[in-house]
T-cell receptor
Framework: DAGVTQTPRHEVAEKGQTIILKCEPV?????LFWYRQTKIQGLELLSY????????DGGAFKDRFKAEMLNSSFSTLKIQPTEPKDSAVYLC???????????FGKGTRLTVV | EQQVQQSPASLVLQEGENAELQCSFS?????VQWFYQRPGGRLVSLLY???GTKQSGRLTSTTVIKERRSSLHISSSQITDSGTYLC???????????FGSGTQLTVMP
C-alpha cells in the first residue's frame, strides 16, 4: 500500500503519560498534516509541514502537542502529558504540494484513561 | 461562523435512489475535495474538484466557484454507500483544509 501509513492503530495511555504517534506520508509528497477528529469538534488541524518545515503548529494545541518531521518520509506527533480530553482519532494526511488532493491515513485511536 | 456548511445533515434513501449532497463556503476557494468515511474508518478521497464537473463511477461533483458551492451527486445508491460524506475546502493562497460537519447517508434495502 503506497498510501499514508500511521502507527499504532490504537493506543491506550494513562493520564500524564507521553505518547508518540507515527506517520509515513505518500512517497514524494511535500505537504504533511496532522488532524484530530472527534464527534463533537469534527476535524481540527494540529500541525502542517511543507518540505519538512513546520508551517503551522496548531494554535490552541501548542502547549502539549509537538509534531516533528525529521525526514521527508517520517513524522511524529508527541502528546505530553496526555489528558483524558485528548481521547480522539489522530489522522495524518499528505499531499503533493499546495492546493492539491489530500490523502489520509487510517488514523490512530487514542484513549486516555 | 462555520466556513463550510453541509446539507443535509443526514439523509435516508432506499437502495437505487439518487442522493444530492450540498456544500457551501463562506469564502472563495480554489480547492474542494469530497471525502467518505465509515464509522471507525479511514477518510477516503472521493473526488478532488476545485471547479467545474468531475465524475468517478456513480459519483458526480459540480463546483461553482463564483457561487461558493459544491455538490456531490450519487446515482443509484447502494447499501454500501452508507456512511459520512465530508466536504473540505481551502481558501485561495491557504494550505489548510477546512472540513464541513458531514452528511450522514443511510441507504436502506
Amino acid at each position: 500500500d503506497a498510501g499514508v501509513t500511521q502507527t499504532p492503530r490504537h493506543e491506550v495511555a494513562e493520564k500524564g503519560q507521553t505518547i508518540i504517534l507515527k506517520c509515513e506520508p505518500v512517497s514524494g509528497h511535500n505537504d504533511l498534516f496532522w488532524y484530530r477528529q472527534t464527534k463533537i469538534q469534527g476535524l481540527e488541524l494540529l500541525s502542517y509541514f511543507r518540505s519538512k518545515s513546520l508551517m503551522e503548529d496548531g494554535g490552541a494545541f501548542k502547549d502539549r502537542f509537538k509534531a516533528e518531521m525529521l525526514n521527508s518520509s517520517f513524522s511524529t506527533l508527541k502528546i505530553q502529558p496526555t489528558e483524558p480530553k485528548d481521547s480522539a482519532v489522530y489522522l495524518c494526511a499528505s499531499s503533493l504540494q499546495g492546493n492539491t488532493e489530500v490523502f489520509f491515513g487510517k488514523g490512530t485511536r487514542l484513549t486516555v484513561v | 461562523e462555520q466556513q463550510v456548511q453541509q446539507s443535509p445533515a443526514s439523509l435516508v434513501l432506499q437502495e437505487g435512489e439518487n442522493a444530492e449532497l450540498q456544500c457551501s463556503f463562506s469564502i472563495f476557494t480554489n480547492q474542494v475535495q469530497w471525502f467518505y468515511q465509515r464509522p471507525g474508518g479511514r477518510l477516503v478521497s472521493l473526488l478532488y474538484n476545485p471547479s467545474g464537473t468531475k465524475q468517478s463511477g456513480r459519483l458526480t461533483s459540480t463546483t461553482v466557484i463564483k457561487e461558493r458551492r459544491s455538490s456531490l451527486h450519487i446515482s443509484s445508491s447502494q447499501i454500501t454507500d452508507s456512511g459520512t460524506y465530508l466536504c473540505a475546502m481551502a481558501s485561495s493562497g491557504s494550505w489548510q483544509l477546512i472540513f464541513g460537519s458531514g452528511t450522514q447517508l443511510t441507504v436502506m434495502p
